[in-house]
């Protein structure tokens, strides 16, 4: 009855256009003419149901003696009628039916597994498609090059510079234009004060050799060189005997899609996070139960586990056990170089053994977890909660959605204390997301052993995410009594290639400062790295030769020039003062 395919007429011999018999075109004047003009009764056989009934057309004048309609046809209409009006409905509440179909035939733990699968799948193939994206990108970036431009540019009100000394000052710009491809890399960053050019900054960077390039033309037109790899080794993040051209090329493998497609990803996650559901098997449901987000009450039922160590030493090994047998899985290892190919199954072997189920099982500590699904099945909220503690910790959220309308709470709870509440009501349109939020937090003062509360309130304008490129629209207007009457103004606009940022910081209509960003896609130009016709300095080896190159006085004069301010005191104390 809900298949909204099926002819609701297939069986019967009804034909919904009687007026034109053998199947003649309705629309057909010709044969509507005929039928007006003639002066007897035009009689045709029909069955419904298989029950045959007489049907006559008459001419007007002899409309007085029409025969009564048929109860049967009147009825079967009915019934048609109602049969459709019913697939209808059925199709329009199929979730709904669906989900209480499922309460009423499953178990509590069936149906809980049931709607976290659902949940989370949809989460999961929501995360792969984006990934699948980024693989799009990137091999972008290896084949024909990307570009991008980004400006970052703050304003100050004059009144507010002349308060600090900054007469003269109106605004601070940095500009960056960069190239990319097959993870080479060029950026230039300039730099200007009050729209005049002040320094300017080159930087190259060579992935096949880990080679870092920088020049600063105002200061040198030569060029600083550093090895990325030694600055890891030097850092300490290269414990595992690893340098910075390892892992570009185990990016580069992970990335190529052979080592781990979208599909084979979707796979693996969907695969492990089944076992997260499937070893929780002791869940209540209560139905009806009331919960409030924010200005809004809702009616869902509650589904409750609660975790403990058995339950935490069941899922690992149930992970890890099946991951010892996982080809697709180990080989995806090996191309992360977390391991060798025969080492795979020591690795988890020995994450088996360390596996200690009567340390984890002795432990009375447990966390209670309850869902909130509503009539359609879909997961409105949830808590998490350390168990048979006053003074519980932990976290959730609750949603409310009514047609175009959304009410949320989330919170984060310390010591039986909310320490994070995010709330708020709005409406959806087509245009975006347009509503109130207030944002609270606290602080534990150690000087005055208690909590120190902060609040904020956002009001959002149209906010909306361009779900191909996660650029973002929308007005944000901050207000808090911590600004002393000053209002944070965030407005974001963007399409499929550009992003465009303003904060703004304002008291009243008066505008005391803006940062304003904007970055936008650019087209690929080539470049090349610095050669042997260029000279090049070890960054860490060679500092002086290169300092031997600079113009220093030069380049002071001409910050000097463009600024007002004489820091040359300050750069040779930087540059000179250890020596």
């Not at 910790?393 to 709470?409: F, I």
Request: charged share 20%; hydrophobic share 35%; proline share 2%.
């Amino acid at each position: 009855m809900g298949d909204m395919n099926n002819n609701p007429n297939d069986g019967n011999e009804f034909d919904a256009n009687p007026i034109t018999p053998n199947n003649e075109d309705s629309g057909d004047m010709n044969t509507m003419d005929s039928v007006s003009q003639s002066n007897s009764n035009v009689t045709e056989t029909f069955t419904f149901d298989e029950v045959p009934y007489e049907q006559s057309y008459e001419t007007a004048a002899e409309s007085p003696s029409k025969k009564k309609p048929s109860l049967k046809i009147i009825a079967g209409i009915i019934i048609l009628i109602v049969l459709l009006a019913g697939s209808l409905t059925a199709y329009a509440n199929r979730n709904t039916l669906a989900n209480t179909f499922a309460l009423m035939t499953k178990s509590p733990v069936e149906y809980y597994s049931s709607i976290e699968k659902k949940n989370i799948n949809k989460g999961i193939d929501t995360f792969t498609e984006s990934y699948d994206k980024y693989l799009t990108l990137y091999s972008d970036q290896k084949t024909k090059g990307i570009g991008q431009d980004t400006s970052v540019k703050l304003t100050v009100n004059p009144q507010f510079t002349s308060m600090i000394g900054l007469n003269d000052f109106k605004s601070l710009e940095a500009k960056i234009t960069s190239l990319s491809k097959n993870n080479n890399s060029k950026s230039t960053v300039g730099f200007s004060y009050n729209d005049q050019s002040l320094v300017t900054l080159n930087a190259f960077i060579n992935s096949e050799t880990g080679e870092l390039f920088a020049s600063v033309p105002e200061l040198s037109s030569a060029y600083l060189l550093l090895s990325l790899n030694d600055l890891m080794s030097y850092s300490g993040e290269t414990a595992d005997g690893r340098n910075y051209t390892d892992y570009i090329k185990d990016m580069e493998s992970l990335f190529s899609n052979e080592s781990l497609s979208p599909d084979t990803l979707n796979s693996l996650l969907k695969k492990y996070s089944a076992f997260l559901i499937d070893n929780i098997d002791n869940i209540k449901i209560e139905k009806n139960v009331k919960i409030t987000a924010s200005k809004s009450n809702a009616t869902y039922n509650k589904l409750t586990s609660e975790l403990n160590g058995e339950d935490a030493f069941n899922i690992m090994s149930a992970i890890l056990n099946e991951a010892k047998k996982d080809e697709t899985l180990k080989k995806l290892f090996v191309t992360l170089n977390i391991c060798k190919e025969d080492e795979y199954a020591k690795l988890i072997d020995d994450s088996l053994a360390g596996l200690d189920k009567e340390t984890m099982t002795a432990s009375s500590d447990s966390v209670l977890v309850n869902v909130y699904v509503d009539k359609t099945g879909r997961i409105m909220g949830r808590e998490f909660t350390t168990a048979g503690d006053e003074n519980s910790s932990g976290g959730g959220y609750y949603t409310v959605l009514n047609d175009s309308k959304l009410s949320y709470t989330a919170w984060i709870k310390e010591n039986g204390a909310n320490i994070f509440e995010f709330s708020g009501d709005g409406t959806y349109s087509s245009a975006g997301f347009t509503g109130d939020s207030v944002l609270k937090y606290s602080e534990y003062s150690d000087e005055y052993s208690d909590y120190t509360n902060y609040s904020f309130n956002i009001a959002a304008e149209n906010a909306k995410i361009i779900k191909d490129k996660g650029y973002i629209n929308g007005k944000y207007t901050i207000t808090s009594d911590l600004f002393m009457g000053a209002e944070i103004v965030l407005d974001c606009t963007a399409d499929e290639n550009q992003q465009n940022m303003k904060f703004q910081v304002m008291y009243g209509n008066m505008e005391a400062g803006a940062l304003t960003i904007t970055s936008k896609e650019s087209a690929y130009e080539d470049f090349t790295f610095p050669d042997s016709s260029d000279q090049v300095f070890d960054g860490l080896n060679d500092i002086y030769s290169y300092m031997g190159t600079a113009d220093f006085e030069g380049f002071m004069t001409h910050v000097q020039d463009v600024t007002g301010l004489d820091l040359s005191g300050l750069l040779q104390s930087y540059l000179f003062g250890s020596y």
